[in-house]
Nanobody, 126 residues
Framework: QVQLEESGGGLVQPVGSLRRSCAAS????????MAWFRQAPGKERELVAA????????YYANSVKGRFTISKNNAESTVNLQMNSLKPEDTAVYFC???????????????????WGQGTQVTVSS
């Protein structure tokens, strides 16, 4: 059984920074792509960033490109999301997600993410 445990998040002022972490267990972490999604009130869940199984290929939504960085540590079975220059519109519940089946593909934005963390609120406000 795949388990994803998230940490980090909370309240931060505009232009501030925050780091989200996700620890995975239950299977060989290094074989799967990982991603971060977010969902704001009244909006659909959207893909924010994704990283391939080796950690060498990444994808970012246009809205966060240049501000957010996703990283994957296969030795520690963790994936992180460093969020800089945060804006009020980044306010949302953020979810860690794991690829359902190993595809070994670099097209991480199209992967099927079938396992989810519990989600944590990130609020950007002064």
């Amino acid at each position: 059984q795949v388990q994803l445990e998230e940490s980090g998040g909370g309240l931060v002022q505009p232009v501030g920074s925050l780091r989200r972490s996700c620890a995975a267990s239950g299977r060989t972490f290094s074989s799967y792509a990982m991603a971060w999604f977010r969902q704001a009130p009244g909006k659909e869940r959207e893909l924010v960033a994704a990283i391939n199984w080796r950690g060498g290929t990444t994808y970012y939504a246009n809205s966060v490109k240049g501000r957010f960085t996703i990283s994957k540590n296969n030795a520690e079975s963790t994936v992180n999301l460093q969020m800089n220059s945060l804006k009020p519109e980044d306010t949302a519940v953020y979810f860690c997600a794991a690829e359902r089946s190993a595809s070994y593909s670099d097209n991480v934005q199209w992967a099927t993410y079938g396992y989810w963390g519990q989600g944590t609120q990130v609020t950007v406000s002064s």
